[in-house]
């Protein structure tokens, strides 16, 4: 079975920009959930969706949004760019989302903005 | 808030020392546990899980139990190998509230010397 896939990879945006970041999550999975990793704050928890409906969300700016489709995937979108967006963004998928279950990683985006 | 203590690395170890990684955290109730490891480069990988006070957690030769009473999960091998050099991450997740949000400590880099 196929891992979580997130695209892209590596993005280099500007400052004032926005940016638009997909996950893929495994095949059955329905929850999807998103963390924000810098070395200054470590990880942070920024939303979580399931069957297409935001669950929870993080402490972030309005600044940060995400969307959850009909077929698990989900995208999140940062708008007017800061330097201190710059970090790398995880996503991780289970099949209901409970905490008890485990969650399972992409690979990540690393977003750098100039 | 729920929060996760962890051990401030980095830690250095030579191949076959014991390693232990200290992880206490703070929530109301019963909340799940989990150590995450990340390799450079990649997502997080869980290693194991304790959904229960005294429950043992086991994988690849580490170990984690769950203490209520001292609220800890550390994190513990009998025999390091230079394989096991990557970022080690002590989690939480708290059934109440019916999400799976993943509150993180701070990571910890250990790095096995040959």
């Given at each position: ?12 945006k ?8 997909s ?29 297409e ?5 993080g ?29 790398l ?26 | ?66 203490r ?47």
């Amino acid at each position: 079975k196929a891992g979580v896939t997130q695209t892209p990879r590596y993005l280099i945006k500007t400052r004032g920009q926005q940016v638009t970041l997909s996950c893929s999550p495994i095949s059955g999975h329905r929850s999807v959930s998103w963390y924000q990793q810098t070395p200054g704050q470590g990880l942070q928890f920024l939303f979580e969706y399931f069957s297409e409906t935001q669950r929870n969300k993080g402490n972030f700016p309005g600044r940060f949004s995400g969307r959850q489709f009909s077929n698990s995937r989900s995208e999140m979108n940062v708008s007017t760019l800061e330097l201190g967006d710059s970090a790398l963004y995880l996503c991780a998928s289970s099949v209901a989302g409970t905490a008890q279950e485990t969650q399972y990683f992409g690979p990540g985006t690393r977003l750098l903005v100039l | 808030g729920d929060s996760v203590t962890q051990m401030e690395g980095p830690v250095t170890l030579s191949e076959e020392a014991f390693l232990t990684i200290n992880c206490t955290y703070t929530a109301t109730g019963y909340p799940s546990l989990f150590w995450y490891v990340q390799y450079p480069g990649e997502g997080l990988q869980l290693l194991l899980k304790a959904t229960k006070a005294d429950d043992k957690g086991s994988n690849k030769g580490f170990e984690a139990t769950y203490r209520k009473e001292t609220t800890s999960f550390h994190l513990e091998k009998g025999s390091v190998q230079v394989s096991d050099s990557a970022v080690y991450f002590c989690a939480l997740s708290h059934p109440q509230g019916g999400s799976e949000k993943l509150v993180f400590g701070k990571g910890t880099k250990l790095t096995v010397n040959p």
